[in-house]
C-alpha cells in the first residue's frame, strides 16, 4: 500500500529510466526517496561513489511529505532522556538554518502552560524507569527545565535566541485569544520547513549534478523495487555474473521490469522497510510505524490569534500537538497511532474531531469548521518495533542494521527525522563506504543546498534580489512567488523563462498567477514530473494552500501535455488521477470540467 500515484498509464521514455536501464550496475542502489535516501544519494555522489536510487512514487510521497514541517530540536525528547538525539537535532537545526536558508526559516513557538508543578515527577520518573506510567500533565516547571536544557544545548549555533517565560498577564497581552485559563506561556525559537517536497528535490539535483557529466549519480522517481532478479537477458550488465546483490527493478509508468545490480543495497523505504526486506528474499522485522495526520485551515481569526507563533502544547491526553502558520495557512496536527501498513494512511472524521477538540483547548472562543478545512494529509512515521501504550514515546532516533548478502551487503535505516537527515545520511554513507572500502573526500556540513547558494540574508537583500530580477513582463509578485518556489535556483529558471523570447511567450495561468506555461515546461524538462498530480502537491503547494480547481488541472495538464508527451486519453486520465488522489489521501474535491 501506499502507492498513491499509480495510474499504470503508458509514458513517455523517461532519461531518469534510460540511464538506470543502459547501465544497470551501481556500486550503491538507494531504494527509497524520501529525504533519508536522497540525502544518502547526495553525500555518496559527493564521494564519487557510483549510485543509483529509485523511488517507487514520487520524490518525497511517504512520511517526508507528511510531516509536521518542523526542523526541530525535539524538546519533548528530554523527558525520554534522548540527549544524543536532542544534540544532534539541534546542531542540525542551526545548520540547515543556514545551508537551506531559502526553506527552513526560524519558528517562534509558544508553549501555553496550565498549571506549575504538573507532571515534575512523572518525566524524571519516565526518565529513570523507561516505563510509560499514568499521562501526567507537564507543569511550568518541568518545561522551564526542559527548555533551559534546550538552550543549552543550542548554546555553541548562535542561530536562534533563548527562551522566555511570561507570566499570565504578559502571554495574554502578546496572544489574547490564548485560553484565559493559562498559567503562563513559554517562547522560544525552533525553525520549520516551508517546503519540504521542494527541499528534497534540491537535495536530490546537487546529488545528481556532483555525479558530473558521466552520470555516477543517477536517481529517478516511479521505479519500484519488485523483488531479487536474475531473470535479465544473459550477459547484460545487472544479471547473474555481475558482482554484487542483483534486484528486479520496475518502472511504474510502463510496467517495463529489468534487473539491476549493486555492491551495496541501501534500503531507506522508511515505513516499508520490512517489506522491502521481504521482495528481497531476505524477511525483517525492525519497523513499527504509526501514522500521524493534519489538517491544513483556511482559517484567518484562528491565523491572526497565532500571530505568526507556533503554539505548541500538551493536549488533554498528554499528546503534544501544534497549531502554527504556514503562509496564508493554519497547519494543525498531528496524532500518532500504530500503523497498519496494509491500509493507505490517510486523515479520518475521528482524527479531525481530536483537532477541533485541540484547537478548543488553547484557543476556546474561536469557533472551527469541517467547511474551513482545505487540505489534509498523513503518513507513517518510519519508527522501529515497539511494545510502548504511548506511541509518543518511541524513540525517535534511527539506527542501520546491516545484512551480509551473496555478494555484497544490504544495509536498513531504521527510523530517522526530518530533521536529521543531512547527519544521518553521513553516517549511512560512512557506514557504505566502510563497505566499499572507500574514504570520506567532503563534508556536507556547510555545503549549502540547491538554491540555498548565495541566498541573501536580510529582508533587504530579498528585496534587492526581486528588483534585480524584474523586468517588462515580470513583476515583484511574480519574482517573489518564483525565488520562494526555488530560492536562487530562480535564477536557472528565469534564463529558461526568458529563453522563450524566440518561441511562444511565456505568460501566466489563466487559472492561477502563480505560474507559467514555460515554468511548467522547465518543471517537465528538470524536475522529473511523472504524474499531473506532482506538480499539485510537490512542485507546487497550491494544493496544500486548497488553490486547486477544475479549470487549474485542465490548464496545467493541456500545457505538460506538449513537453511530456500526453496525449488526450493520458491527458484525461491525468486529470482523473489527479481528482483521486486528491479525494481519497487529501479529503479535497475538485470538480471537473471535462466532459
Ligand atoms: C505525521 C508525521 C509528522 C512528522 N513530523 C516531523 C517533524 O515535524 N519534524 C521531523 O524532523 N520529522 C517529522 N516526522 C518524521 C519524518 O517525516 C520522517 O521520519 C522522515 O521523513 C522519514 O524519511 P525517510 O526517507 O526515511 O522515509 P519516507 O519519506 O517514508 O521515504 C521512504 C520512501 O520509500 C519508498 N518506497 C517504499 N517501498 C519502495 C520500493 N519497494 N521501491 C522503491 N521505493 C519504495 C516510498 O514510496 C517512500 O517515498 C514526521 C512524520 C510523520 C509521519
Same mark, same amino acid.
Given at each position: ?47 564519487g ?22 526542523i ?19 546542531t ?6 543556514r ?28 526518565f ?29 549555533g ?24 493559562i ?15 521542494r ?56 510496467g ?22 521481504? &521482495?528481497? +528474499? %531476505?524477511a525483517? =522485522?525492525?519497523? $513499527? #510505524? ?6 491544513? @485551515? ?56 481530536y ?11 474561536i ?24 506511541p ?13 548478502? &551473496?555478494? +555484497? %551487503?544490504?544495509? =536498513?535505516?531504521? $527510523? #530517522? ?6 547527519? @544521518? ?28 547558494a ?21 513583476d ?6 518564483l ?8 535564477e ?52 496544500f ?9 485542465n ?41
Amino acid at each position: 500500500m501506499g502507492q498513491k500515484d499509480s495510474v499504470g498509464a503508458p509514458a513517455n521514455d523517461r532519461a531518469s529510466v534510460q540511464k538506470l536501464r543502459t547501465r544497470r550496475h551501481a556500486q550503491v542502489l538507494i531504494i527509497g526517496g524520501g529525504i533519508n535516501g536522497v540525502g544518502t544519494f547526495r553525500d555518496l555522489a559527493l564521494q564519487g561513489v557510483d549510485v543509483a536510487l529509485v523511488e517507487r512514487g514520487d520524490y518525497c510521497q511517504g512520511a517526508s511529505g507528511a510531516s509536521s514541517h518542523m526542523i526541530h530540536g525535539g524538546i519533548r525528547y528530554l523527558e525520554n532522556g534522548e540527549f544524543r538525539l536532542v544534540q544532534e537535532s539541534v546542531t542540525e537545526r542551526n545548520r540547515l538554518l543556514r545551508i537551506a536558508p531559502h526553506y527552513v526559516k526560524p519558528l517562534q513557538t509558544t508553549i501555553p502552560i496550565f498549571s506549575t508543578f504538573s507532571g515534575v515527577l512523572a518525566a524524571p520518573m519516565r526518565f529513570l524507569t523507561h516505563k510509560q506510567g499514568k499521562h501526567t500533565e507537564r507543569g511550568a516547571f518541568l518545561i522551564k527545565l526542559g527548555l533551559s536544557m534546550y538552550d543549552f544545548f543550542s548554546r555553541d549555533g548562535g542561530t536562534v535566541p533563548r527562551h522566555q517565560f511570561r507570566g499570565r498577564k504578559r502571554a495574554l497581552a502578546e496572544l489574547p485569544r490564548l485560553h484565559p485559563g493559562i498559567k503562563y506561556a513559554a517562547t522560544y525559537f525552533d525553525a520549520s520547513v516551508h517546503n519540504p517536497e521542494r527541499l528534497t528535490l534540491d537535495v536530490l539535483q546537487d546529488g545528481e549534478k556532483a555525479g558530473g557529466a558521466d552520470s555516477h549519480a543517477r536517481a529517478s522517481n516511479y521505479v519500484s523495487l519488485v523483488s531479487l532478479g536474475g531473470s535479465g537477458t544473459p550477459g547484460t550488465p545487472g544479471t547473474p555474473g555481475t558482482p554484487g546483490t542483483t534486484v528486479q527493478l520496475r518502472d511504474e509508468l510502463t510496467g517495463e521490469v529489468f534487473d539491476f545490480t549493486a555492491d551495496v543495497v541501501v534500503n531507506t523505504t522508511g515505513a516499508w522497510v520490512d517489506l522491502t526486506n521481504e &521482495a528481497m +528474499g %531476505a524477511a525483517s =522485522s525492525f519497523m $513499527g #510505524g504509526t501514522k500521524g495526520s493534519h489538517i491544513v @485551515l483556511d482559517h484567518p481569526e484562528l491565523l491572526a490569534a497565532c500571530n505568526g507563533r507556533e503554539i505548541f502544547f500538551e493536549h488533554t491526553d498528554g499528546r503534544i500537538v501544534l497549531i502554527y502558520p504556514m503562509g496564508d495557512r493554519v497547519l494543525v496536527g498531528t496524532t500518532d497511532v500504530d500503523a497498519d501498513m496494509a491500509q493507505d494512511a490517510v486523515c479520518t472524521e475521528a482524527e479531525i474531531d481530536y483537532f477541533f477538540d485541540l484547537i478548543g483547548h488553547v484557543f476556546p472562543d474561536i469557533p472551527v469548521g469541517r467547511d474551513q478545512i482545505v487540505y489534509s494529509f498523513s503518513g507513517v512515521r518510519p519508527l522501529p518495533k515497539h511494545d510502548a501504550t504511548q506511541p509518543g514515546f518511541v524513540s525517535r532516533d534511527y539506527r542501520i542494521e546491516r545484512r551480509a548478502a &551473496a555478494d +555484497g %551487503a544490504v544495509l =536498513s535505516l531504521v $527510523g #530517522g527525522k526530518w530533521t536529521t537527515f543531512r547527519a @544521518l545520511a553521513e553516517h549511512l554513507s560512512n557506514d557504505v563506504l566502510a563497505e566499499l572500502g572507500m574514504e570520506r573526500k567532503v563534508s556536507t556540513a556547510k555545503l549549502a543546498i540547491g538554491g540555498g547558494a548565495g541566498f541573501p540574508d536580510s529582508e533587504d537583500g530579498v528585496q534587492r534580489w526581486i528588483k534585480a530580477h524584474m523586468s517588462a513582463g515580470r513583476d515583484a509578485a511574480r519574482v517573489t512567488g518564483l525565488l520562494t518556489r526555488y530560492g536562487t535556483r530562480a535564477e536557472e529558471v528565469i534564463r529558461f523563462l526568458d529563453g522563450a523570447a524566440a518561441g511562444e511567450p511565456d505568460r501566466l495561468l489563466h487559472s492561477t498567477r502563480e505560474l507559467s506555461t514555460r515554468e511548467l515546461e522547465f518543471m517537465a524538462a528538470h524536475e522529473q514530473i511523472g504524474h499531473l498530480v506532482d506538480v499539485l502537491i510537490r512542485r507546487t503547494s497550491l494544493a496544500f494552500r486548497g488553490l486547486v480547481t477544475g479549470e487549474l488541472l485542465n490548464e496545467v495538464a493541456e500545457i505538460l501535455s506538449g513537453p511530456l508527451g500526453w496525449d488526450a486519453a493520458r491527458r484525461a486520465s491525468e486529470i482523473s488521477h489527479a481528482q483521486e488522489v486528491l479525494q481519497r489521501f487529501h479529503g479535497v474535491r475538485v470538480h471537473s470540467l471535462v466532459a
